[in-house]
């Protein structure tokens, strides 16, 4: 007779085993540790990773300690997983199911939520709980809330690997063209074009935009801009980046800028650059620095109608559905951002000090994981 494993764990604590998984163990420093499995409640699923990647946001928390001090908290936010419990509420998803899972999974009771800020539920970011609030995904098992409101079905034809893009990046990217407002024609500066401004040039591709100036240094990331459909390619290091867009726009300067990399100082040039009635979208993370300062001629001494907005990305399964749908289209493709795979668990170290260091060819590694 077969045993539900599941069912016996759910009634009997005691039955959880001890799992491996790779944490934050204080500001700058990571490791290998043992933790209890999560466990069940009625409306989450428990998964097992079968596809993962680190993100810079892992470098900020960790080595900046953006958010503050974090002991034994597991890392990881991006993933794609083999369902292997639900809760006893849980409709549409079952144990076996592939999922792809968002790195911002908001609960969907929350008031926020139903205000259409569910990236911020139960307080400013709260719809970020992997890595941040609770543990991540660098582990044998990670906890899933309110799945059916959070976990989407894995495509067939829809590889791990590429879907694990899904999670976050694409999102994120998707996400500054959308806070952008950007119309039919628009001018578009999108500052940094590591694998989220990337996603953010495909963004702004997508929304219509004519002119895209793409902010990086690194020839690898400006090859994948130009095949998402970027313009002009301008480096931060040839000097101040107004100075430049405003020469390449005969002194106008551009209707909108997504901000995708950088730090706080970046905010000034963006203003410099934008024409009045333009949009800043930030969807960069801020890791240091107190203040963002805003020029004030440059910003119409208060009066220019130059928005600044920034946002986290909002999660959920019907984005990631929305997306998945996108790319098998072919309208977004994921998949050119992967410069680096790994395979097996046990490689999210290397991968996530692969990111830390950046190297020149790298835009985003992978990490597939198989349970045999
Ligand atoms: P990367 O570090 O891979 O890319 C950053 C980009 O910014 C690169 O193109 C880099 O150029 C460029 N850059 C670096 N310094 C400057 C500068 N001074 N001025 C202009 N450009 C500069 O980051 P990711 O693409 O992975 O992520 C971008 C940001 O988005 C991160 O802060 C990340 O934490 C955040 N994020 C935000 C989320 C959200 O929901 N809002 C979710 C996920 C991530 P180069 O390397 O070529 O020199
Ligand atoms: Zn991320």
């Known amino acids: ?3 539900d494993v599941s069912a016996l764990r759910r009634e009997s604590p005691r039955l959880q085993t001890a799992m491996r998984a790779f944490a934050m163990l204080g500001i700058g420093r990571t490791g290998w540790i043992e933790k209890p499995r999560p466990v069940c409640g009625p409306l989450d699923a428990i998964c097992r990773p079968i596809a993962l990647a680190p993100c810079t946001s892992d470098i900020h928390t960790v080595w900046e300690g953006a958010l503050g001090d974090r002991h034994n908290l597991v890392l990881g936010h991006e993933g794609v997983g083999e369902v292997v419990e639900v809760g006893s509420l849980v409709r549409d998803f079952k144990p076996g199911d592939r999922v792809i899972v968002p790195a911002i999974t908001p609960d969907w009771s929350a008031s926020e939520s139903q205000g259409g800020y569910s990236m911020h539920d139960r307080g400013m970011l709260g719809g970020w709980k992997f890595s941040n609030t609770k543990d991540g995904l660098f582990a044998e098992y990670f906890h899933v809330n309110d799945a059916d409101g959070n976990l989407a079905h894995l495509p067939s034809g829809l590889e791990p690997a590429t879907a694990v893009l899904l999670s976050d990046m694409a999102p994120t990217g998707l996400h500054g063209a959308e806070l952008a407002n950007i119309a039919f024609g628009d001018t578009v500066c999108v500052i940094g074009v590591g694998p ?5 040039v495909r963004g702004a591709v997508l929304r219509g935009a004519s002119r895209i100036f793409a902010v990086g240094s690194r020839r690898k990331c400006f090859d994948v801009a130009l095949a998402y459909g970027a313009t002009d390619l301008l480096s931060y ?4 980046l107004a100075e430049q867009i405003l020469k390449l726009t005969g002194g106008r300067g551009v209707d909108r800028v997504i901000v995708a990399g950088g730090g706080v100082e970046t905010f ?3 203003v410099k650059m934008l024409v009045p009635g333009g949009t800043i979208a930030n969807i960069n993370y801020l890791g240091e620095g107190e203040y ?9 001494v208060g009066m220019g109608h130059k928005t600044i907005r920034g946002g986290l990305m909002p999660g959920g399964r019907r984005r990631m559905e929305r997306l998945a749908a996108m790319v098998l289209a072919g309208r977004l493709t994921p998949g050119l951002l992967i410069t680096h795979r790994f395979e097996g668990l046990e490689s999210v170290e290397d991968a996530l000090l692969l990111m830390k260091d950046k190297p020149p060819d790298l835009i985003k590694p992978v990490i597939t994981v198989s349970w045999e």
Do not use: S
Request: net charge negative; aromatic share 4%; no cysteine.
């Open 1 to 3: 007779m077969e045993t």
């Open 196 to 200: 989220v401004g990337l996603m953010a």
């Open 237 to 240: 290091k040839n000097g101040g």
């Open 268 to 270: 000034e040039d963006a």
């Open 292 to 300: 963002v300062k805003i020029p004030r001629a440059e910003w119409g």
